[in-house]
């Protein structure tokens, strides 16, 4: 069964306090509390070492947190979008992409916004330093293109210490090919730091050929280069903006309380005395107390526990701490070329000592937050198991669903959620044939939506296996009983999400039916229609053939292991496009050329789907090992132990079918891999796969050619 958690907590934003929180949170749950991070990247990325990383001295992937994985460790749920509003109100999150989401808490770390930015024309060449990441890669795009040229001329406005630091990275990523300049109203760089630190930043300026320019205010930017209000320019091919700090603008257009630079304010407590199940942290709040604390990344971590022991003592009805910010902090500042500055107070040093120490605390800040490495056996969480439903889902809940999704049925929809009746009627395609089928499971992810998406998608999945086209979908959900509100956004957030899927596939949802239980379950009735000609089968393979798989292996395991927050977030995201997928456009070009003999992968696994194939045909195969794709991670997982639930049936199924087969190898266990919304195993004749071939490359679909069907009555992998 699944716990019906008590209270919501909802995290907006991937930020330096957000990722102590889960960390927190995963080692000491809060019992009845769900967590619930929304962010549109699966990973954060650590400020501090970006510079490092357009310097070349790390990889991006060396600076980032992957808290898709770290939200599954505490046992939430990560939703991949934007925040569009926040309605205090109504405790309500309103999202870009999706229904919105309700809370009991909420907290805030969702950093700032470069001020000044629209004095940039259209079309500058101007990489905004927030966000961190897309600034990044937008830098070294520019300079990968200018590499081979010596007119690079960079300006950076805004002498801060993120500033100083990407002009420095990039003076030692060009080399002598360019010239950087640094640009700033102060007359000195790092002006909030003390004269000993910002001497020592010019210094490395002169050293490095870096030129700075003070006391001045840029009033435009274009694809010239920065005007200054003197009236000179600084000619520019790229201008990097690294500008003060704003407030984010959902903070204002929420109407929550903010400062005259749109900052939320908090008290000390870095709660919100006007909303008090809200918190704030990190560079979008302001202190009340301390309204000139800095924008800096130190401070944000060093917020994250005050912030997790507070949502934690709010959630349970204990004491809130104060955080109490230091008054002098250490500052490191890369200065490139394995040297740093460092500063604290009135002190400040540079060197190779410097850089060795930022290297140090920066790769440790990050490693802390890392997968630890454990034996996958020992934290594997099996899916949960289907169980029993108890009643309907009260008519006003589904009500106002309904109401809010404005479904409009296509001409061919007689009776359906338009005008609803105890069943649909539609019309079926005169010489057509009908097709029918049901598929339904305990959804891999708390994000109701994506679930949604790959249901639908995986539903219309059987139809294609058959050749059939869809006509229509009736939805079947059970939701936790016991709390309307969740019950309601559940519902809606499935049904918006399977709606998305259904309009692409243009199969009309017709109708469902809801029920309350302990345990979600979501699927659909899919309805289809065939040309009596144009059915696929399983059987029909013949000798000779040869098998074409047309997506990679491994969603079983990948979300295995993403429900434990033990996959990369990458590898997360590879199987959800992969299930995203739909298998119509592979279908049709296989009847376009002529294949019969069809089925999808989907529980039973590659191994299972092909033994029910090669049964039908009464023909056996062989599969070259190297050629079975897998999605990245899988073959991974599986080394190291990881294994969907339903692994071990589907191997003793092939055992007992199959004897020759039991000899194992990670490949062998990615065959045996339960699949959702997989994709088409086609038996091909030889004459026709070049051009199937061809055709498939042409749609962008993918095209694995995996075996032979072979004379005897059973199925082989060689070595």
Not at 491 to 513: C, D, M
Not at 673 to 698: I, K, N, W, Y
């Amino acid at each position: 069964m699944q716990a019906k958690p008590a209270q919501r907590l909802v995290l907006v934003g991937g930020g330096h306090a957000h990722v102590h929180v889960l960390k927190d949170f995963a080692m000491r749950p809060v019992p009845g509390l769900g967590v619930t991070l929304v962010s549109p990247r699966a990973y954060s990325t650590y400020s501090g070492m970006v510079p490092g990383v357009i310097a070349g001295q790390y990889r991006m992937r060396d600076a980032q947190i992957d808290v898709q994985a770290l939200t599954a460790r505490a046992g939430g749920t990560f939703v991949a979008d934007s925040v569009v509003r926040v309605d205090a109100q109504q405790r309500r999150v309103h999202l870009c992409d999706r229904p919105p989401i309700f809370y009991d808490w909420l907290s805030l770390d969702i950093g700032a916004r470069p001020s000044g930015t629209n004095c940039i024309a259209a079309g500058a060449p101007v990489a905004v330093l927030k966000p961190i990441e897309v600034a990044a890669e937008q830098i070294g795009e520019a300079l990968d293109l200018a590499a081979s040229s010596q007119s690079l001329r960079v300006v950076v406005v805004g002498a801060g210490a993120g500033g100083c630091e990407i002009a420095f990275a990039i003076a030692a990523r060009i080399g002598e090919g360019g010239h950087v300049t640094v640009c700033d109203a102060a007359d000195r760089p790092v002006a909030t730091r003390n004269g000993r630190a910002s001497r020592a930043v010019l210094r490395a300026f002169a050293a490095q050929g870096i030129e700075f320019v003070g006391e001045v205010t840029v009033v435009y930017a274009d694809r010239f280069g920065v005007r200054l209000r003197d009236g000179r320019t600084l000619p520019a091919t790229l201008v990097v903006w690294a500008t003060g700090a704003a407030g984010p603008d959902l903070l204002a257009r929420s109407g929550l309380p903010v400062d005259e630079r749109g900052f939320v304010c908090v008290g000390d407590d870095l709660r919100c005395a006007e909303f008090p199940e809200i918190f704030a942290a990190g560079d979008c709040a302001v202190m009340a107390s301390h309204p000139e604390l800095p924008k800096a990344g130190v401070y944000a971590v060093r917020q994250g526990p005050v912030l997790s022991a507070n949502l934690r003592a709010a959630a349970t009805g204990g004491r809130l701490r104060r955080f109490r910010p230091q008054r002098q902090l250490l500052a490191l500042l890369n200065t490139g070329g394995g040297r740093a500055i460092l500063s604290r107070g009135s002190i400040a040093v540079g060197g190779r000592s410097a850089w060795r120490l930022k290297d140090f605390i920066d790769r440790r800040f990050v490693g802390s937050y890392a997968r630890p490495k454990l034996d996958a056996r020992a934290v594997m969480r099996p899916m949960v198991a289907c169980g029993g439903c108890a009643a309907k889902v009260g008519a006003d809940v589904l009500g106002r669903v309904l109401a809010r999704l404005d479904i409009r049925q296509s001409e061919h929809v007689v009776v359906g959620l338009n005008e609803p009746d105890d069943a649909a009627v539609f019309v079926q395609p005169a010489g057509t044939l009908a097709v029918a089928t049901s598929d339904a499971f305990p959804p891999f992810t708390d994000d109701l939506f994506l679930v949604g998406q790959v249901a639908a998608n995986n539903a219309a999945s059987d139809l294609y296996a058959m050749g059939a086209e869809g006509s229509a979908a009736i939805a079947l959900v059970c939701v936790p009983d016991g709390d309307e509100r969740l019950a309601e956004e559940r519902l809606e957030q499935f049904l918006r999400g399977a709606l998305k899927q259904l309009g692409e596939l243009t199969i009309p949802l017709v109708g469902g039916h809801t029920i309350a239980g302990e345990q979600t379950i979501v699927g659909f009735s899919m309805h289809g229609c065939v040309e009596p000609n144009g059915i696929l089968r399983k059987r029909g393979a013949r000798v000779g053939d040869r098998l074409v798989l047309t997506k990679r292996l491994g969603t079983g395991v990948v979300l295995a292991a993403a429900r434990a927050g033990w996959a990369d977030a990458d590898w997360v995201e590879a199987a959800h496009a992969s299930m995203l997928r739909s298998n119509r456009t592979a279908m049709r070009l296989l009847k376009r050329h002529g294949v019969c003999s069809c089925a999808d992968v989907t529980g039973f696994g590659l191994a299972g789907h092909l033994a029910e194939m090669l049964r039908a045909s009464g023909v056996a195969a062989r599969l070259q090992r190297e050629a079975i794709p897998a999605l990245p991670g899988a073959l991974d997982l599986l080394a190291t132990g990881w294994r969907s639930s339903f692994h071990a049936t589907n191997e003793r199924t092939i055992r007992s079918t199959s004897p020759e087969t039991n000899g194992r190898s990670v490949v062998r266990e990615l065959c045996v891999d339960p699949q959702t919304s997989g994709g088409l195993l086609a038996a091909v004749p030889p004459a026709r796969l070049e051009g199937l071939r061809a055709d498939f490359a042409a749609a962008g679909e993918e095209f694995f050619v995996i075996g032979e069907v072979t004379d005897g009555n059973g199925w082989e992998m060689t070595l």
